[in-house]
């Protein structure tokens, strides 16, 4: 009932920035806890970012906070990743995902994007 599509990925130099963006479509009238999760080659999916819809409550990864931004504009259907100081270890295939809960856990949201692939050089 809810398609997401990821864009912005890339390849940058370490230190640089993205910006990812995260289109909603469907049933966008709900009110979803949006987020962003990421996951490198051989590892487990790992969260990075959440935010409930007024975006009063937002929460992020220990190895991303400081460095990361999440938004959201429900006007537009649009969640955001402003990435900057990327580091080599932040490459992976980077998703969008929707949640009636607010949550960290992938096993709660069940609404996903394809993906947008972020590498960064050393």
């Known amino acids: 009932q809810v398609q997401l599509v990821e864009s912005g990925g890339g390849l940058v130099q370490a230190g640089g920035s993205l910006r990812l963006s995260c289109a909603a479509s469907?049933?966008?009238?709900?009110?979803?806890?949006m987020a962003w999760f990421r996951q490198a080659q051989g590892k487990e999916r790992e969260f990075v970012a959440h935010i409930s819809w007024f975006g009063s409550v937002i929460m992020y990864t220990d190895s991303v906070r400081g460095r990361f931004t999440i938004s959201r504009d429900n006007a537009k259907n649009m969640v955001y990743l402003q990435m900057n100081s990327l580091k080599p270890e932040d490459t992976a295939l980077y998703s969008c995902?929707?949640?009636?809960?607010?949550?960290?856990?992938?096993?709660?949201?069940?609404?996903w994007g394809q993906g947008t692939q972020v590498t960064v050089s050393s």
């Open positions: 995902a929707a949640s009636t809960a607010r949550s960290s856990a992938p096993d709660e949201y069940g609404y």
């Open positions: 469907g049933r966008t009238f709900i009110s979803y806890t």
